[in-house]
């Protein structure tokens, strides 16, 4: 499974940011969970949001919870993060993810086998 990532910049805090991710590959099947970890500088990578195969399943970590909004389409094999009232603690580098999920299972970087490449949301003043 092959994932592309756009839609990383710079922004201002309090500004919105829509991250978007293609999946593609012959190993890709839209029952695959879609997701979203990040990196921020000097830190562990972490969980930001999933979603199940049909959209019922949506996760969200506390740190994002109530401010991104995670979407997909398997009609275009996409998934989206829209970001809202950005800080500068949102400032990483986000990797698309796809996975299985389940249960208390989607949280971890072991739930994912696939990764892209990474993009770069950067919010400063």
């Known amino acids: 499974v092959q994932l592309q990532a756009s839609g990383g910049g710079v922004v201002q805090p309090g500004d919105s940011l829509r991250l978007s991710c293609v999946a593609s590959?012959?190993?890709?099947?839209?029952?695959?969970?879609l997701g979203w970890f990040r990196q921020a500088s000097g830190k562990e990578r972490e969980f930001v949001s999933a979603i199940s195969w049909s959209g019922r399943r949506i996760y969200y970590s506390d740190s994002v919870k109530g401010r991104f909004t995670i979407s997909r389409d398997n009609a275009k094999n996409t998934v989206d993060l829209q970001m809202n009232s950005l800080n500068t603690e949102d400032t990483a580098v986000y990797y698309c993810v796809v996975g299985v999920i389940g249960g208390s299972y989607y949280s971890s970087i072991t739930d994912y086998h696939y990764w892209g490449q990474g993009t770069l949301v950067t919010v400063s003043s």
């Open positions: 590959g012959p190993n890709w099947h839209e029952s695959y969970a």
